[in-house]
């Protein structure tokens, strides 16, 4: 599997940054996808998920939740995740991961076996 991110960048408190996950060599049709991302000195965590078929049921973390949507695009092979009320503590490397399994099981980095390089976001005036 491939995975490539974009769209990270500066943005300022209160702004918005839409991130995009291209992939290829997997059916990403069939995967659940997840965003996690890491700050300096601190572990990887969890920021959101979604399943792969059309229920559309999608997980985030708390610090997260009312900020940030996930969504993909099956036909496109992408996963995005639009950033809005952006906080200075959002400030990480974002990555986006592909679940080890068709079916959802959690936000744990050790579920995904698949994930790209990264994409810097920093929220600073």
């Known amino acids: 599997a491939q995975l490539v991110e974009s769209g990270g960048g500066l943005a300022q408190p209160g702004g918005s940054l839409r991130l995009s996950c291209e992939t290829s060599r997997f059916v990403f049709s069939v995967y659940p996808m997840s965003w996690f991302r890491q700050a300096p000195g601190l572990e990887r965590e969890f920021v959101a998920g979604m399943r792969w078929n059309e229920d559309g049921i999608t997980y985030y973390a708390d610090s997260v939740k009312g900020r940030f949507t996930i969504s993909r695009d099956n036909a496109k092979r992408t996963l995005y995740l639009q950033m809005n009320s952006l906080k200075p503590e959002d400030t990480a490397r974002y990555f986006c991961?592909?679940?080890?399994?068709?079916?959802?099981?959690?936000?744990?980095?050790?579920?995904?076996?698949?994930w790209g390089q990264g994409t810097q976001v920093t929220v600073s005036s």
């Open positions: 991961a592909k679940s080890t399994s068709t079916k959802w099981q959690s936000g744990d980095p050790a579920n995904y076996d698949s």
